[in-house]
């Protein structure tokens, strides 16, 4: 018999659209990589070395300063010893990655998936048309017999540049399914690369990959092999390492069958007291054999093959109804609703199955969607895959061209909405949100500019979403505030300073905004200038009024570091943040609320420029 452990759970994290987004989460087992020293690695040359920091110089090429301590693997090549590539002792067959890296000024280095297949990793801070060789490339294969400019083939590059500058910590995600062999040790299937995302922002999809990339450790692919990091060309860090494996086998439905019953239910029948319309063998869950049934309840059962013991967790989408779920004649779950899920603890072999999906929505079209997971294993759909994914609108994705600024609500961390957002968008592709009932600038990305799908699809909630590696600057507030003392708190609202927005003006180019409002008794114009070589954005204001006790407020964060000569780092190495005249705007950074703050006294001319 079946030992159950059911307990209902909202579950996030793995994506599939039938008529809405549906979310679902396995916690798996992940492996994380200790960079407290270098024993999860094979004969580690003398260049790596764990720290517990690392800062770059954005001025010099190949410079990295470490803090001693642990969490951080580093790399520090020199003259005298260029480096070596660093192998895992384990190995890997299926796995998901995700890690954390900064490179030094102008270095290259790479993750070898399997230690055959490499994701590059690059200073491509600026680049405006990546290539495969670009930061969040899948790197080129490479064929010596070939004439001098072909030998480089198949490589991928990034859908856009998501790269973030020097010294800055970016996110790196992979999903890989590794090739597929018979008994003869011959390959079946290729490996794929199911994703990459930089930076939050996804470069590569279900990317085939047939055959090694160039520098690969061997020839020959492998079912399983460790994971390889380039440390032969140029000093990087890393940090926040783990892999999540899916070596075992997942669940399998086998003699499926259906009972078809038309007719209005109000709750699941005694199906032993109704006669079945229709009945048959599937191959998989399908709402397919119901035709024109408005109404009905379907009763699949099958067997589910189980191969290795542990919690399952199910997901299921009955579109206008409800269903039950039952194993081995125990009632797993019910719903009430459109959405099904449930996890439950399973052991080894084959489990009585049963599904009943009761519709009782006649105008909504009939359609089951199906996905379990569990140890070891990526989601599995159990339904017609063709379904999954297959509705959905086509993303509407604003050209910053055709429609550089663009007003609408804007949905940052913390649950917050910007009601009079206005995005601006730019040939360099650098771009930002500024909120008019603050004077505060919201965000700034890299890469696209915005999809307004939620804002103009039906009848849409008047949102965007950016679509490159965004920079938040948290929770709007005025930029420029009045106080009596630097003791004294940030105004979290506008009460008191007669906050005014007067709107914008439209410069020479349609991208070159100046905003305008006024707040205690000044009058302020706040401009905003993406760089030339899209690399950051510079911010200019002019103020007209009293400016005793006034103070601009620059960035907030959990930390911010003053590396000298007007340049401060923020955040957990966000962003970078460079006065324009930094001996006479006086900055201070003061500690308030449990946060930094970095300050300026208010004067008729300010700028700086943020680099990210």
């Known amino acids: 018999m079946s030992r159950f452990r059911s307990s209902c759970s909202r579950v996030f994290g793995i994506h599939w659209l039938l008529f809405f987004v549906l979310p679902f989460s396995y916690t798996w087992a992940q492996d994380a990589i200790s960079f407290d020293d270098l024993k999860a690695f094979e004969n580690p040359g003398s260049t790596w070395k764990v720290a517990g920091d690392v800062l770059a110089d954005l001025t010099n090429k190949g410079v990295l300063e470490i803090v001693e301590g642990s969490g951080i693997l580093v790399n520090l090549p020199t003259d005298k010893d260029t480096g070596r590539d660093l192998f895992t002792s384990e190995t890997y067959g299926d796995f998901d990655l995700d890690m954390e890296y900064l490179v030094a000024k102008g270095s290259n280095s790479g993750i070898y998936l399997q230690g055959m297949y490499e994701i590059q990793i690059l200073d491509s801070w600026g680049v405006r048309m990546p290539r495969a060789a670009d930061n969040g490339g899948i790197y080129q294969r490479w064929d010596e017999t070939k004439p001098t400019g072909q030998r480089g083939y198949q490589g991928y590059a990034p859908r856009q540049n998501a790269s973030k500058a020097p010294g800055l910590w970016q996110s790196l995600s992979v999903s890989f399914r590794a090739p597929r062999f018979d008994a003869a040790g011959e390959k079946t299937e290729n490996a794929r690369i199911l994703y990459v995302q930089l930076n939050g922002v996804t470069l590569h999809e279900n990317v085939e990959l047939f055959g090694p990339t160039r520098g690969a450790m061997a020839e020959k692919e492998v079912s399983r092999g460790p994971l390889r990091i380039q440390g032969d060309h140029g000093a990087v860090a890393f940090r926040n390492l783990q892999i999540t494996s899916f070596d075992h086998p997942a669940p399998e439905l086998q003699d499926l069958s259906y009972s078809l019953y038309t007719g209005k239910f109000d709750e699941i029948p005694d199906f032993s007291a109704v006669q079945a319309e229709k009945t048959g063998p599937l191959n998989t869950l399908s709402a397919s054999m ?80 199906a996905e379990v997971a ?107 505030a009045r106080l009596a003392s630097l003791e004294e708190a940030w105004p979290a609202d506008t009460l008191g300073s007669r906050f005014r927005t007067k709107g914008y003006l439209i410069g ?69 943040l460079e006065l324009n005249e930094e001996n006479s705007l006086s900055p201070m950074v003061r500690s308030s609320e449990g946060r930094k703050e970095l300050l300026v006294p208010a004067k008729e001319n300010m700028g700086y420029i943020m680099w990210f």
Do not use: C
């Open 290 to 369: 119901t035709g024109d049934a408005g109404q009905f309840a379907i009763r699949y059962r099958g067997q589910l093959h189980v191969h290795e013991e542990g919690n399952y967790s199910f997901l299921f989408s009955l579109p206008g109804g409800n269903g039950r779920l039952s194993i081995d004649g125990s009632e797993i779950a019910t719903s009430s609703g459109p959405t099904l899920s449930e996890e439950v603890y399973l052991e080894a072999g084959m489990r009585a199955f049963e599904l009943v999906y009761l519709k009782v929505q006649d105008w909504v079209r009939p359609n089951l969607a």
């Open 508 to 576: 020479p180019e349609a991208h070159d905004l100046q905003f305008l409002y006024e707040s205690f008794d000044l009058r302020v114009e706040d401009s905003l200038e993406p760089l030339p070589d899209g690399k950051g954005i510079r911010r200019s204001l002019r103020l007209s009024g009293s400016l005793e006790n006034t103070y601009l407020r620059l960035a907030v964060a959990g930390q911010i570091v003053d590396l000298g000569k007007g340049l401060f780092l923020v955040g957990d190495k966000a962003y970078y």
């Open 374 to 480: 569990g140890p070891g294993i990526r989601p599995v759909v159990l339904s017609d895959p063709s379904l999954v994914g297959a509705s959905g609108p086509d993303p509407i994705r604003v050209d910053p061209k055709e429609r550089p600024v663009l007003r609408s609500f804007m949905d940052i961390p913390g649950g917050y909405r910007v009601t009079h957002a206005v995005s601006v968008g730019s040939p360099q592709q650098v771009n930002y949100t500024y909120d008019m009932d603050f004077g505060h600038l919201v965000q700034v990305w890299s890469g696209a500019f915005l999809n307004a799908t939620p804002m103009w699809h039906s009848r849409g909630d008047g949102s965007s979403r950016p679509m490159g590696a965004i920079v938040h600057l948290g929770t709007p507030a005025l930029s420029l």
